[in-house]
């Protein structure tokens, strides 16, 4: 390769490593990271929600008669679908966490790629005045398509990945969040205190006690199909942002790794 071109290289992948928050590649791989990280946040607030309204449920007391004294807690048998919504929630959580570092991390790790080849091409443009070292030109091409990958495979793989996510797993995604609004349609927050006597008083709680009894009947018999559909927007989360992505990449890391430990004849 011409000087020229070796100095021109090396131009660029400085003038990218400053102005790494400008590369369009790296933006929109941060776009969808964002966007897989804005969705995965809504669900989680929903299954938090739902974790309140659950736990608020178990509480209500129901007294006993003149003969039998004490309370029980009927609404007692929803703790196993509250716990598991509880640790489905926290598991969204860490993967919203992880998205938005992987969207926060997009423009450095672009910034590392083009240092890597603006430095292969300072080493090329000294083996070429210094003299040929055979060392000096195997560290160079490693270091050329490793920094390639860092630069444009790896938020490429996210970019990618956005345009295949709908066509894959979009009718999954519809069809589990219709059914998801279906359940929950009437979860929401409890009735405020209204202003009034001791009556109204007892008579709003009593309705809210039997909105919360309404609305847990409802959860516990179609606990599996919510359970199941919650689950499987967790699967999407993690196909879309991960797996996906992660097939890409790894696509794309076999190809730089055989060109960079390739050996020229």
Do not use: C
């Amino acid at each position: 390769m011409p000087l020229i071109w070796l100095v021109l290289i090396a131009a660029l992948g400085l003038a990218a490593v400053w102005f790494y928050r400008d590369n369009p590649l790296s933006n929109a791989a941060r776009d969808y990271a964002g966007t897989v990280s804005t969705a995965s946040a809504a669900t989680y607030v929903g299954l938090r929600t739902l974790n309140a309204v659950l736990s608020t449920a178990q509480e209500i007391e129901v007294g006993g008669s003149l003969v039998v004294s004490g309370t029980a807690q009927p609404l007692k048998v929803l703790e196993p679908v509250d716990d598991t919504i509880e640790r489905i929630a926290g598991v969204v959580f860490s993967l919203m966490v992880a998205t938005g570092i992987l969207a926060v991390a997009m423009g450095p790790v672009g910034a590392v790629g083009a240092g890597m080849i603006a430095g292969a091409s300072l080493l090329w443009i000294a083996d070429r005045l210094l003299g040929p070292r055979d060392v000096i030109s195997d560290l160079s091409r490693r270091l050329v398509w490793y920094g390639a990958f860092f630069l444009l495979a790896l938020p490429a793989s996210f970019v990618i990945s956005g345009e295949l996510a709908d066509i894959l797993t979009g009718d999954v995604l519809t069809r589990h969040e219709a059914i998801i609004a279906e359940i929950t349609a009437s979860v929401g927050p409890p009735v405020p205190d209204q202003p009034g006597g001791w009556w109204d008083g007892m008579r709003g709680a009593l309705d809210e006690a039997g909105r919360y009894q309404a609305l847990a009947q409802n959860l516990w018999d179609r606990a599996d199909e919510l359970i199941a559909s919650y689950m499987a927007l967790l699967a999407v989360f993690i196909f879309r942002i991960f797996l996906l992505p992660a097939l890409l990449a790894g696509a794309f890391f076999v190809l730089a790794r055989f060109f960079a430990h390739r050996t020229t004849e």
